[in-house]
């Protein structure tokens, strides 16, 4: 496996700096108050991937030089009094999924591997127009495929508490770059688990929002609706203020939502006395690490603090394998048909699988996919009426070898494809309904496990004050990773 070479402009320190560990709130607060730059605040974080990603390989494309100067054009625009953007100053990088105009976007493929697009994603444009400073690309594996972040273009993105194992996916590189203090933001897709998946095994947060919160575009599939993009980063709060400044309706993605974003600045703060919290440890009997499920069971005691009312319950997801496979076929067969049939040889097996399984899977199969999901949201519906939350494992294994290409049993129970070991995660993505992950501590080997909370249909700002309560209450997130340099 290789590893991207990515080096700091000469005049950049390689020795890491504070600011590196400072939340996204934090170095907002303090750009604005005049008491750093945003010009200091890049060179730091720039230094600090010069420094540490060779040994991580979470950033695979990397402009310093434009960073610094869009650094620059953000300083000049405050000394002139300008009003600054939510995310005035603040350095992020962006999945290698996400069109990002003059800056290569290879999608983890060999079939694009050069390939410079002429303008952004709309998820990036609205970042640089709340003041963010690109500083380059996080890698994930091709075409997104997988919670394992490897491609033969970049190689393996390594987990930073253990640069044995892998980071997850397949927003594996944000993940990775964020725990390991190269960056304080971070955008995603989640299509299966890929926003939070990652964020479980690297310690961060990871939050899936409700389909449409985020619009997408350009989309070869624009009403799809398993597929979202969404925000990471170290804190609940930091990807409060991510979301603010991404979601919103765009009429070029015909599933946005009309609602105000300027929601997700309200306070986080919340009394949750009274309400009823459904733990579901194994998401109703799928094969789970013993050390996940004790990660957890160990902070169950938090909500009781809270004031919750905690019940193990589960909903009940019969016909949640079948209907996600079909219609993530259907997915990849939308999108990847003319990739497949003009570069086959070049795409990795599991991408090939997926987009012919969407090509050749009987109209039976997808129609009994639309009426299983149905009944599953109607079951997911009448279950949260009694329960405003669900909590349980992310992940059902803790990260794994950064060579191991995925997971091929659990507890003794095989895995008959890439993607079974993440039922934990595409269960949720069926129904629609917003879920996050939030650290929830370390095994005793000292890999992180993260918690999946799942909130109310399209209530993102509830679920995350619950995050954020149990953050505060437990401050996992701020155990960093110790990186050789």
Request: charged share 15%; proline share 8%.
């Amino acid at each position: 496996m290789t590893i991207a070479p990515l080096s700091a402009p000469p005049s950049l320190s390689a020795t890491p700096s504070p600011l590196c560990h400072m939340t996204a709130m934090a170095l907002r607060t303090d750009i604005a108050a005049g008491r750093v730059s945003a010009r200091e605040v890049t060179a730091a974080h720039l230094a600090r991937i010069a420094d540490v990603n060779p040994h991580v390989n979470a950033v695979v494309t990397l402009d310093a030089e434009r960073a610094m100067a869009m650094a620059a054009a953000a300083d000049e625009r405050q000394a002139r009094g300008m009003v600054l953007g939510l995310l005035h100053g603040l350095p992020v990088v962006h999945k290698d999924s996400f069109l990002t105009a003059g800056m290569r976007t290879t999608y983890g493929s060999p079939v694009y591997r050069d390939f410079v697009p002429g303008h952004d994603s709309l998820i990036v444009s609205r970042q640089r127009d709340a003041g963010a400073i690109t500083l380059g690309k996080s890698n994930l594996p091709e075409f997104g495929a997988g919670s394992q972040t490897y491609n033969t273009v970049f190689g393996a993105t390594r987990n930073p508490y253990d640069l044995r194992m892998t980071a997850g996916g397949s927003s594996g590189g944000a993940a990775a770059a964020l725990a390991a203090r190269m960056v304080p933001l971070a955008d995603g897709t989640d299509m299966g688990g890929s926003l939070r998946n990652p964020a479980s095994f690297c310690n961060v947060v990871g939050l899936r929002p409700s389909p449409g919160r985020v619009p997408q575009w350009p989309s070869a599939n624009p009403y799809n609706a398993l597929t979202v993009a969404g925000p990471m980063a170290r804190t609940v709060a930091d990807v409060a203020l991510l979301l603010a400044a991404t979601a919103g309706p765009d009429p070029r993605d015909p599933l946005s939502l009309e609602q105000d974003p300027a929601r997700f600045l309200d306070s986080l703060e919340r009394d949750f006395k009274g309400v009823r919290i459904a733990y579901a440890p194994t998401w109703g009997g799928l094969p789970t690490e013993p050390a996940v499920v004790a990660a957890l069971a160990r902070q169950l005691p938090v909500f009781q603090t809270l004031g919750a009312i905690v019940d193990e319950a589960c909903p009940d997801f019969t016909g949640g394998d079948a209907a996600f496979h079909a219609l993530r076929g259907q997915v990849f067969a939308v999108g990847y048909e003319a990739t497949l049939r003009e570069h086959r040889a070049l795409l990795k097996d599991s991408v090939v699988w997926n987009i012919e399984l969407g090509l050749t899977q009987p109209a039976a199969a997808v129609l009994q996919a639309e009426r299983d999901r149905t009944a599953l949201f109607a079951r997911m519906h009448r279950f949260m009426q009694t329960y405003e939350f669900m909590i349980g494992p992310v992940s059902q294994v803790l990260p794994f070898a950064a060579e191991t290409e995925t997971v091929a049993q659990i507890e003794g129970v095989p895995m008959h494809n890439y993607i079974d070991w993440m039922r934990s995660g595409y269960y949720l993505s069926l129904t629609g309904h917003p879920a996050i992950s939030v650290p929830c501590g370390f095994a005793a080997n000292g890999l992180p496990v993260g918690i999946q909370i799942v909130g109310r249909y399209r209530q993102e700002h509830a679920l995350l004050q619950l995050a954020h309560a149990f953050e505060q209450a437990t401050q996992f997130w701020r155990q960093a990773p110790v990186l050789p340099s």
